[in-house]
């Protein structure tokens, strides 16, 4: 195994500028997915299409918030502007290309379009509602030192003071607890002490909206934010400061169901491929060495591989998606497979994508 992920894909590590109140919770998930992306680096893994739609729907409803959206007609526009928008980055990136249109690929497009055209309307019904100039729309807030930034999508000013508001397109609640999911809570609480730094005072209120049209109140002390937001400021010097001493990007990692099930970064995390165990709690993923490779009657291929301790067969695998399947291929990673009801069989899926291990020597 060791020799394999060696060959890993490379991705550098940079000091990080700043870290977004939305983004902090998944720091103390794992430290290496948040420095890769916060250094903006190219995803390795699709970024799933209803995910795709939750960045479309929260440009609209950014859009409805400034009052943009006036009746249908105005929202299809916007739709139509957000939808092209998104659909012309993920052509750009060559893990997503086929996942265009997302008409076909996202689930649920339509009812996920309804749901933010209702919730649209009721931006509009309660602007209607609202005393002119007491209502600020995607305002950005930045700590003194610009460590700490990000945008808020809404703060209203009522007769007690300032109410601040985040849009949520997917599930505010937590499944199991049936709380504000932590991460959300985090995140508001944050940008409550980010508005207290730049501002002098404290909002009063701090809420959160669901694609459902509801409403839920984050309740806050101000020394929990306050501690919040220096923790953040602490996390990214003390990192910034091991990035430059050169600790290495394994060191950063923190392999877990829960940290890896939803990083783009797996192909590249060394740490991830030797700690993780074969189960249904970790990504279906499979690496190691291509011992057969075949065409099938399909047009489609199948590959037998040695990963060391197991042995994989992977079936239905488009050279279209895969192109290095026309190659000659020796080893080989595959993330996101669809496990068969036969042990160490897997199948090609909607997200599915690999990658063609290279030896330091073939990469120059």
Request: one cysteine or more; proline letters at 3%.
């Amino acid at each position: 195994m060791s020799n394999l992920v060696d060959k890993l894909v490379y991705l550098p590590l940079n000091p990080i500028k700043r870290i977004s109140p939305s983004r902090f919770s998944q720091f103390q998930l794992c430290y290496l997915r948040e420095i890769w992306t916060l250094n903006h680096q190219v995803s390795l893994l699709p970024c799933h299409p209803y995910a795709r739609l939750g960045t479309i729907s929260h440009a609209v409803l950014e859009a409805a918030a400034k009052g943009a959206v006036k009746d249908r007609s105005s929202f299809e526009k916007l739709w139509a502007e957000a939808s092209k928008k998104v659909q012309e980055d993920m052509l750009q990136n060559k893990v997503e290309q086929h996942l265009v249109p997302l008409e076909i690929h996202a689930f649920n497009y339509e009812v996920k379009k309804i749901l933010c055209f209702k919730m649209a309307e009721k931006i509009l019904e309660s602007h209607g509602t609202e005393a002119a100039g007491k209502i600020s729309t995607e305002r950005w807030f930045e700590s003194a030192d610009g460590r700490i930034g990000g945008k808020i999508d809404l703060i209203l000013t009522h007769y007690d003071g300032i109410e601040i508001l985040d849009y949520k397109t997917g599930n505010v609640l937590d499944s199991q607890s049936g709380s504000v999911k932590d991460e959300y809570d985090v995140q508001m609480k944050i940008y409550a002490g980010l508005y207290r730094e730049v501002k002098g005072y404290w909002p009063v209120k701090l809420s959160l909206i669901g694609i459902d049209g509801k409403k839920y109140c984050v309740s806050f002390s101000k020394e929990e934010c306050a501690t919040l937001l220096e923790k953040a400021r602490k996390t990214i010097y003390e990192t910034n400061e091991l990035i430059k001493a050169g600790i290495k990007s394994e060191d950063f990692a923190n392999p877990s169901p829960a940290a890896c099930k939803h990083c783009s970064y797996r192909p590249a995390c060394r740490k991830y491929w030797l700690s993780r165990e074969c189960s249904d709690k970790w990504p279906c993923d499979v690496i190691g060495e291509v011992k057969g490779k075949s065409l099938l009657g399909n047009g489609f291929f199948k590959l037998e591989i040695d990963g060391g301790a197991r042995k994989y067969v992977i079936r239905g695998l488009s050279a279209k998606r895969h192109k290095f399947l026309n190659e000659d291929t020796n080893d080989v990673l595959f993330c996101d497979l669809g496990q068969e009801p036969l042990e160490g069989y897997y199948t090609e899926q909607l997200l599915t994508t690999g990658y063609l291990l290279k030896n330091d020597k073939e990469k120059a």
